[in-house]
């Protein structure tokens, strides 16, 4: 069996976002640009599938610029097979990734597709949803353990439901890092490039963004000298007592 | 924000240092200091025993502190009705006799001090004395009476003239006040000199930097509490001097309040200015002996977006050695951090610290280097880096390495070099020496110790391999005067015989301003004794530190 793991080369997790003076998206020229840590997990658990035997192979693709390539190899250096480029513009939105992805699928014929829960750029946490409705496959979301039962045919996944732990999915695995001899390995993995038009998926947005802004700044705390102050404050300025 | 804004300048607390009766002991140990991370580094304990050590069990040391403010408080009846004082009963084997010459602090002194400084800024609350007569790691204990906290360059003036007339002793101490909220600096984008007051957090100054597209040039694991001023007067040296140098380099200018109450204006911002004397390298690195820096212009390089961390395992320190010789001449303009631990410090950090993985579990190796690069393009950085490595790798220097693939697995290789002095410190009792060595000579230093110990000690070696700084550090379940014993002179023994410095970023403090002769001649360290007289006669800044006070009197 084969895994595809799709993964997006997103601002990095560390670097503090800052919009565009021109509003018309996020400044990403200059900026460290990394695997969506999400992503990292859901590649991390192909690979720990595959070395528990249960798969063959895992091919990590992406979709973007030329500079999604240095996304990949960090993909291949941490033991994704191959890779799979697909050469669009910088800006897709979550149908037109799904679409292309079903593409993927269908030219691969992978019996597994695993993606990160969301992206940290956009947060749509939307394109899985898609693609499993596009291909009719089933699906499970916000993984906190996946089982794969071979004879059967068989995936039993966990997840974790409300009661505010929005990361809980991060317990899923540790990703591995790229270590020197497996960065040696991936300069001889292969990057094959395709297009939207070879898969033929039309690259048509139903979107539009009409404006990026900063969401309003967190006015700055007080400190308050007595406990009447506090009292009076949550009663009269914070309404909650 | 009043009219503070302008007025927050420095913000260093001035501490009395004082005792109560004239044949008592002076336990006060602390080294100027504005910079945490220094005094973790410095407060060392070559000569200490004291109950306050390590992790200490907070109702001891409550109890023990309580005990003590009861002993002292029936002294002060006798001699001080006045001022509340507390008498630090920790046990330490540096004594130092109170010179005599100096006064203790009376009413008026303490009605004087409030008319310049207002009530708020004149403390002498024992609770609030506390932590500034307290060192980091708890084993320096100071017994000042009041601590003054002046605000500007023109309230430090007034305390010191007062102070050196009276012939009251000064600690100046940075660090830790958050005074400095309204403090602006003043930057220059096309020079990128920045010039702000001491009082400036190191933090603070990063972000304000980052924002103009400039970092500071210097950057330490201290760097949330510790001050400018701090760094530059004890010279702070840290993780980026391999890259920009040290403070005397990037340090532009200063202005300093002399022991006379003199302000002293050299806050120049120019790169070049050969007009006599350069007197601002005086300050820089005295440890506030000489004077308190106020103000500092300082030159900053612009901050470059693509930085990529590399974690080594080397089997050998040969190795080691050969890799930083081929890093700087095949990293040369990006290579901004050469760092090293060896097993023991790697192992230290694993089992003290949380949330810290093995980058490179597979194995267990020697030796541990992280390679840091710093340029403007993160493509050709990073295929630099690699082909460096892989190099490194065919030739048997490197024996495994991970890179990091993104700011978070960068920042994890980071807290395992930077984690170490607290691994450390939960570990038991520390002996820590901080050393410039000869790179090719460094770790046998570290063997040897290690032999002499057996044992009965856990012998570490880490540090700034690139800057040929090595952190000795000896940790022991508790402080033991026979380690203490085994240790001290020969570290410092061997290292003068080695052409090392027994102080390569710390500085000298209380605990080493006897140990000077073993870097220094006796004819610079005259010299150095003639500058202090010169400057402060009186000797009131920070007595009993940096030179030894025989010396002085």
Redesign the interface.
């Known amino acids: 069996m084969k895994i595809m793991v799709a993964i997006k080369r997103v601002v990095d997790y560390a670097v503090k976002i800052r919009i565009k003076s021109d509003k018309t998206g996020v400044e990403t020229t200059n900026v460290k640009m990394s695997m969506n840590p999400f992503c990292e997990i859901a590649l991390e658990e192909a690979l720990k599938i595959k070395e528990s035997g249960f798969a063959s192979e895992v091919i990590a693709v992406s979709m973007g610029p030329a500079q999604c390539v240095d996304t990949l190899r960090t993909g291949l250096a941490m033991g994704a097979d191959r890779a799979i480029h697909v050469d669009a513009p910088a800006t897709l939105f979550p149908l037109s990734v799904a679409k292309l992805l079903k593409a993927l699928v269908e030219v691969e014929k992978p019996g597994l597709l695993i993606l990160g829960k969301q992206a940290i750029d956009d947060d749509c946490n939307q394109t899985g949803q898609m693609v499993a409705g596009l291909l009719n496959w089933p699906q499970g979301t916000f993984a906190s353990k996946v089982v794969l039962d071979k004879e059967k045919n068989v995936a039993t996944v966990d997840r974790e439901v409300d009661g505010g732990l929005e990361t809980a999915d991060l317990r899923l695995n540790q990703p591995r890092y790229a270590t020197l001899p497996n960065i040696m390995k991936a300069k001889s993995k292969a990057i094959k490039k395709m297009t939207a038009e070879e898969l033929k998926v039309e690259m048509r947005s139903d979107m539009e963004v009409v404006q990026v802004i900063e969401p309003p700044k967190r006015k700055a705390g007080v400190i308050v000298s007595s406990v009447d102050e506090l009292v009076d404050k949550l009663m009269n300025e914070a309404h909650v007592i | 924000m009043k009219k503070r804004i302008a007025a927050v300048t420095s913000s260093y607390r001035l501490l009395n240092q004082k005792n109560h009766a004239s044949n008592r002991i002076l336990h006060h140990h602390r080294r100027f200091n504005a910079n945490f991370n220094q005094v973790i580094r410095s407060s060392s304990t070559s000569e200490g025993v004291t109950h306050h050590c390590g992790p200490v069990p907070l109702k001891h040391f409550l109890a023990s502190c309580r005990w003590d403010l009861q002993k002292s408080s029936l002294i002060h009846m006798q001699n001080m009705p006045i001022i509340q004082q507390r008498n630090f009963g920790s046990v330490a084997s540096t004594i130092v006799q109170r010179n005599p010459l100096f006064s203790t602090i009376n009413h008026d002194d303490i009605i004087y001090f409030e008319k310049i400084l207002g009530v708020k800024n004149v403390i002498q609350d024992d609770e609030e004395l506390q932590p500034a007569n307290t060192d980091w790691m708890h084993k320096y204990k100071g017994s000042s009476k009041l601590m003054l906290q002046p605000e500007n360059t023109d309230e430090l003036s007034q305390i010191l003239k007062y102070c050196n007339s009276r012939c009251l002793a000064v600690v100046p101490q940075g660090g830790n006040t958050g005074l400095v909220g309204g403090s602006v600096p003043v930057f220059d984008e096309v020079s990128g000199v920045l010039v702000c007051d001491a009082g400036c957090i190191l933090e603070n100054l990063i972000s304000f930097l980052d924002k103009q597209g400039f970092i500071m040039p210097l950057d330490l694991g201290a760097k949330g509490s510790c001050q400018i001023g701090g760094n530059v007067s004890t010279n702070a040296g840290g993780l980026r001097l391999v890259r920009y140098g040290s403070l005397h380099g990037t340090v532009l200018g200063l202005e300093v309040v002399l022991a006379n109450g003199n302000v002293i204006d050299m806050l120049g911002t120019l790169r070049k200015d050969n007009t006599g004397y350069d007197l601002k390298h005086l300050f820089i690195g005295s440890e506030g002996s000489l004077g308190i820096i106020t103000k500092v212009s300082i030159l900053t390089p612009a901050k470059l977006?693509?930085?990529n961390i590399a974690?080594?395992a080397c089997q050998d320190y040969i190795s080691c050695q050969k890799l930083l010789f081929q890093a700087k001449r095949r990293l040369g303009e990006i290579l901004s951090a050469f760092e090293f631990l060896d097993a023991q410090a790697m192992n230290l950090v694993l089992q003290h610290l949380d949330g810290v993985?093995n980058?490179?579990p597979s194995a267990i190796y020697n030796f541990y280097v992280l390679i840091e690069t710093t340029g403007s393009n993160?493509?050709s950085d990073?295929e630099k880096l690699?082909a460096f490595?892989?190099h490194a790798?065919e030739n048997g220097l490197?024996s495994?390495?991970?890179?990091?693939?993104?700011?978070?697995?960068a920042?994890s290789f980071w807290h395992i070099r930077e984690g170490v002095p607290e691994a450390l410190m939960k570990a038991g009792a520390v002996y820590k020496y901080d050393l410039s060595l000869p790179v090719e000579k460094m770790y046998d230093l570290v063997e040897e110790i290690r032999i002499r110990l057996g044992a009965a000690a856990n012998v570490v070696g880490y540090g700034h391999l690139g800057d040929g700084n090595l952190h000795l550090n000896v940790s022991t379940p508790q402080y033991d005067d026979t380690i203490l014993a085994q240790i001290e002179p020969f570290v410092y023994e061997w290292t003068s015989r080695h052409h090392g410095s027994i102080s390569a970023e710390h500085g000298l403090g209380l605990m080493k301003a006897e140990k000077i002769y073993y870097s220094k001649s006796s004819g610079t360290v005259q010299l150095m004794a003639s500058i202090k007289k010169l400057l402060d006669p009186s000797g009131i800044l920070n007595p009993y530190k940096v030179i030894p006070p025989s010396l002085l009197s």
């Open positions: 977006s693509a930085v974690f080594l993985r980058p490179l993160e493509s990073k690699e490595l892989l790798m490197v495994d390495g991970a890179l990091a693939q993104d700011m978070n697995q920042s």
